[in-house]
């Protein structure tokens, strides 16, 4: 692709790429009724410095810094509206989040080895795409302002496999890592306290800060800001020690919910800090994609889109009518988890042991990422239209 | 269309009809939860009946005729089991109240019945300000002139029920200093209030019913949001200022006292109802709700001034032996305490002085309905 066609200051591509991707959003939004995150993710792509070259070349930096940050709140935010207890007086969302995220792993595997992918590789990659994007799953719910069951059993459901992808991930990781000794064992081992001490830090920050706000008599507007810096010093914490901030912000959410400190409605989301970190989030995301890796992993993707679509959507209508629901919500409730997020996982859990040999083999997210980031949220947002679950202000 | 005939049911036979909250259990708000219930209620073996209401965070239970509190207790107590259950199972949080503490009612979602749109259209904002959740007794009649008579003598009584059942001190974020704030949204209805003056079926029929369906104004007995109203096509009159009590077992206790209460007015023991009975109605009305069991109340007869709860008491052991012979002395024993320790608008507030906010206090109304 040619170079962008003017030269533009390093220092003023993001603000500017930012300030487009929130237009276009906006607008799209409007008028064609596509969910913004997914305009972000278009715009973000198209402004990489492997295409048009607008935005400079950012690993790691400041950039990336906020783009975890935000990742981490949203996290932060699904874990509080994740209801624990809800796995005890319905354990057919448990069984149902097993099923779907186990039978996708194992379809994804399948097609990764039908498509000649290394083993490492295969089983990598499925473990990934285990996960549906809680970042996508969120915003759309939020902008939506849908209530309903397919908007519950989507929030668990992505909280759950997410939590499920990241050991399984570590467990490969840890089996990559120990394969010379072969020691399986060791590495499950090894996975399951990365994730328990992560979850406890999580947990622990669950306990100090609300008992923190409560010693200083504040329950009001500033829990917003004061559970933000927690979350930021989370991610950087576990990002740091090489544990994993996923489960330790989504510990950190689901502590705090517990210990109740009560968010008001102007502060889901983080407010306009929210907002604004998620047109970051999803510009960032899109942008770490090249058009070249996209190309050659296409079909792939497109295999592994359409595997991975049957997988959760079977797991879950295969439990729907017993776990107390329709049918055509079941089916409505895998639809929406089409979203994926395995590039925000992979990059916040900086996978510093693989080697470059075995990521470049992993292309093919690149073009499953681009797809299902933008047709992610639109699957999503269209379910819960049809499950008739979002707040339309016309209808009324 | 004209009023259908007034059925004939068995007299002081009574139902129950309650509006419910549903309320998400992260942020206590309510939830738009209706048709996600009353799918899972429509696979299960529900005794009496559920409806949908005209918000989707509402859910109408009702009993079905009963006699006696033993029986009307007993039903309340299963429906509310299976309830419980299964919200339980879809993470939707079930709880009695008459408003709920904070919602804000424009973010509330119409059911999508044709009813309710166009109920919806005609009220705009008020349907949806109209989300708040009450208790409604019926009390079955021999004949419409019975329920008429009944109808009449109970406005002097409308203020006990009002403070009885009173639980919605907080509406809309705030404390509204009712303790019934939920009252004041059904006022704002063009046709609430109370029943004009007529003592006959017949008259009432022609008289009343049949001029109004002439202005166009109403199209059946639905249209009139009146305190008390006539219920022709179930025989019976309908009662219907209580706020939706926090317990089932609350919600029956009320309901018995209504019977016990119209037993006696039937021995025709007090003097007839008259128009100038209405002269101190709104005061009342408006003590009650604003002041609770605190209010006074002005005697329509005597125009003596009275504390509503010494005239609740005074009620309470004057029909004594009605509930005797009704069997709901147990119904009487749950009042008397209401009066001892305050009713549920009172509770709720000790529930906010003891954690601090709204959510606590919707939290706290929740494990009060599941009977934990």
Redesign the interface.
């Known amino acids: 692709m040619p170079d962008f066609p003017l030269p533009i200051h390093p220092d003023l591509a993001w603000p500017f790429a930012l300030a487009l991707a929130w237009i276009i959003g906006e607008f799209a939004h409007r008028l064609i009724r596509i969910p913004r995150i997914s305009s972000y993710g278009i715009v973000g792509f198209l402004l990489a410095t492997g295409q048009s070259g607008f935005l400079p070349q950012s690993h790691g930096g400041p950039v990336m810094l906020l783009a975890n940050i935000a990742f981490g709140l949203i996290l932060f935010e699904l874990g ?2 994740i ?1 624990l207890r ?1 796995l005890r ?2 354990p057919w969302l448990g069984v149902t989040s097993l099923i779907e995220s186990s039978a996708t792993f194992s379809v994804v595997y399948l097609v990764a080895l039908w498509f000649d992918m290394p083993f490492i590789s295969s089983l990598l990659l499925s473990s990934l795409a285990m996960a549906t994007s809680p970042a996508a799953v969120l915003r759309v719910v939020n902008e939506q ?1 849908s ?3 397919v908007t ?1 059993r989507i929030l ?1 459901l992505s909280a759950f496999n997410c939590v499920l992808a990241v050991f399984t991930f570590k467990v490969v990781v840890g089996l990559w890592v120990f394969q010379s000794t072969g020691d399986i064992l060791h590495a499950l081992w090894n996975s399951l306290i990365v994730l328990l001490v992560s979850a406890s830090f999580g947990g622990l920050f669950g306990v100090a800060v609300p008992g923190l706000l409560a010693r200083i008599g504040n ?1 009001g507007r500033d829990a917003t800001v004061a559970f933000a810096i927690a979350v930021i010093i989370l991610v950087a914490l576990t990002h740091t020690l090489m544990f994993s901030p996923v489960p330790a912000a989504l510990a950190f959410g689901l502590m705090a ?1 517990h210990r ?1 400190v ?2 008001s ?1 102007a502060q ?1 989301n983080f407010g306009a800090l929210g907002n604004l970190l998620t047109v970051l989030l999803f510009v960032f995301m899109a942008a770490t994609l090249e058009w070249q890796m996209v190309k050659d992993g296409f079909w792939l993707a497109l295999a592994l889109m359409a595997a991975r679509f049957a997988a959760k959507t079977v797991g879950v209508v295969a439990f729907a009518r017993v ?4 049918w055509r ?1 079941g089916f409505l409730t895998g639809m929406a988890l089409t979203p994926l997020s395995a590039f925000v996982i992979l990059l916040l859990e900086q996978t510093r042991h693989l080697g470059i040999g075995l990521m470049d083999q992993l292309t093919v997210l690149a073009a499953t990422t681009l797809l299902l980031e933008v047709i992610g949220p639109i699957a999503t947002q269209w379910a819960l239209v049809w499950a ?2 979002v ?1 339309n202000i016309r ?2 | 269309m004209p009023l259908e005939p007034f059925k004939t049911s068995q007299s002081l036979t009574l139902g129950v009809e309650l509006e419910l909250q549903l309320v998400n259990l992260t942020d206590f708000d309510l939830a738009a939860a209706s048709p996600d219930m009353l799918h899972l209620l429509g696979r299960t073996d529900f005794p009496g009946n559920v409806t949908p209401e005209v918000t989707e965070s509402m859910i109408e239970i009702n009993t079905d005729i009963h006699t006696n509190h033993t029986e009307l207790s007993a039903q309340l107590q299963h429906i509310r089991d299976i309830l419980v259950l299964a919200g339980d199972k879809l993470n939707v949080g079930v709880c009695g109240g008459g408003a709920h503490p904070f919602q804000k009612w424009f973010e509330r979602k119409i059911f999508p019945k044709p009813r309710f749109k166009e109920v919806s259209a005609l009220y705009g904002y008020l349907s949806k300000q109209f989300t708040v959740f009450g208790q409604h007794v019926h009390i079955g009649c021999r004949s419409g002139d019975e329920a008429l008579f009944l109808l009449h003598s109970l406005n002097r009584y409308i203020p006990h029920f009002i403070a009885l059942s009173a639980s919605s001190p907080y509406y809309q974020g705030v404390d509204t200093l009712f303790n019934s704030a939920r009252l004041n949204s059904v006022f704002a209805f063009p046709l609430s209030g109370r029943a004009p003056l007529i003592l006959n079926w017949a008259e009432f029929e022609r008289h009343y019913f049949a001029k109004m369906e002439h202005t166009g104004v109403v199209k059946s007995m639905k249209d009139f949001y009146w305190d008390i109203r006539p219920k022709p096509e179930y025989g019976t009159i309908e009662l219907r200022v209580c706020d939706t009590p926090l317990t089932v077992e609350r919600a029956a206790a009320l309901a018995c006292y209504l019977q016990a209460l119209c037993r006696h007015l039937l021995s025709r023991a007090e003097a007839p109802p008259a128009e100038d009975d209405y002269l101190v109605y709104n005061y009342n009305r408006f003590q009650a709700c604003r002041f609770g069991l605190d209010g006074t109340l002005v005697h329509p007869k005597s125009h003596e001034t009275l504390l509503l709860r010494e005239d609740i008491l005074t009620t309470l052991r004057h029909i004594e032996p009605h509930a005797e012979a009704l069997g709901s002395l147990v119904a009487l024993e749950h009042l008397y305490q209401v009066i001892d320790e305050g009713n549920d608008a009172s509770y709720l507030r000790r529930k906010y002085a003891d954690v601090g906010s709204l959510e606590g206090v919707v939290d706290a109304a929740l494990n009060r309905f599941r009977g934990a």
Not at chain 1, 323 to 326: H, K, V
């Open positions: 509080y509206r209801n809800w007086t319905n302002r209530s309903g069951q519950e668990h329950t919910r109740r009560a968010f409605q889901q776990s107390g629901i329709t919500k008739k679950e707040h209808d009324n």
